[in-house]
């Protein structure tokens, strides 16, 4: 695993001018977040050694290298679910890569259903912890020392810091963000009316398909974590609206400039 690590690592690294040290997983409905990228670097997934693939409509696979707001950033437009049949080494193998090339800071971002009660579709969650129930952990495993600890704190899994600075740079802006914790589950089924009220109950706000097992792995390598959710539908007992991808799509797609303008601000103060 290493030196598949690194190989792709070096793969990349030769590609491109400056390897930054911030990088960006866009979740669905959530890839033209690019756009605001400048002097932009496309490496396609499929050009890249042991990347695998993205299948799901929706996700672009590319490795994006460029600047957002003068800081180099390097974003993954599409990521890899455990839904669609990738295992948790594949799912989180980006998030390796990242740390052989010095990345420090991570953005998460995806879309997620919303189960509390004061959540609005295309609200922002700042998410602030999170409930990890997909069947197996990504640490799962031979621990590798170079790449982290057998046993890894998750008490601060998402940093405080920049929760804080991306409350400050919300509120200057004048952008509605709410707080939560996200439920992180296999999919690919959205929930039953019976599931989104036991999630609420376990203490989760919000619940999606991804996110966590990346998150687990950057903590793991010691990088500094924030991560954003779009509520793209509700769920609940007293909800009846069926949520669909291309809903979710198009709600995550309404709060991109908002949830840029945020992910911006705080790449501006890190
Ligand atoms: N459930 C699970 N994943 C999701 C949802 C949801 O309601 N919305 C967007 N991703």
Redesign the pocket.
């Known amino acids: 695993m290493l030196t598949k690590i690194q190989k792709t690592a070096e793969y990349i690294k030769a590609k491109v001018k400056s390897v930054p040290d911030t990088a960006i997983i866009l979740g669905?409905g959530l890839g033209a977040l690019v756009d605001h990228i400048e002097n932009k670097n496309y490496i396609p997934y499929t050009e890249i050694p042991d990347f695998p693939v993205s299948t799901v409509e929706g996700h672009s696979g590319n490795l994006i290298f460029g600047t957002l707001g003068g800081r180099p950033v390097i974003a993954m437009q599409g990521r890899f679910h455990y839904y669609e049949g990738y295992d948790m080494k594949e799912v989180t193998f980006p998030v390796r890569v990242m740390q052989a090339l010095g990345v420090k800071t991570l953005f998460v971002s995806?879309?997620?259903?919303?189960m509390n009660k004061e959540f609005k579709v295309g609200d922002i969650m700042i998410i602030t912890d999170h409930i990890n129930l997909f069947p197996e952990n990504p640490l799962r495993g031979k621990n590798y020392d170079e790449l982290g600890p057998r046993f890894p704190a998750m008490t601060e899994a998402y940093s405080h810091r920049l929760i804080e600075i991306a409350d400050n740079v919300a509120a200057e802006k004048g952008i509605r963000v709410m707080h939560g914790v996200y439920v992180g589950?296999p999919?690919p089924t959205?929930?039953t009316p019976a599931e989104?009220e036991y999630f609420r109950i376990i203490g989760g706000d919000a619940?999606?398909?991804s996110t966590v097992p990346e998150v687990i792995v950057a903590n793991h390598a010691g990088m500094e974590v924030f991560g954003v959710s779009v509520i793209?539908?509700l769920?609940g007992k007293d909800v009846t609206e069926v949520?669909t991808h291309e809903e979710?799509q198009k709600a995550a797609q309404k709060a991109q400039p908002f949830m840029m303008e945020v992910i911006k601000g705080i790449v501006a103060r890190i």
């Open positions: 669905t995806n879309a997620a259903g919303g589950t999919g959205f929930e989104y619940v999606g398909m793209t539908d769920g949520p979710v």
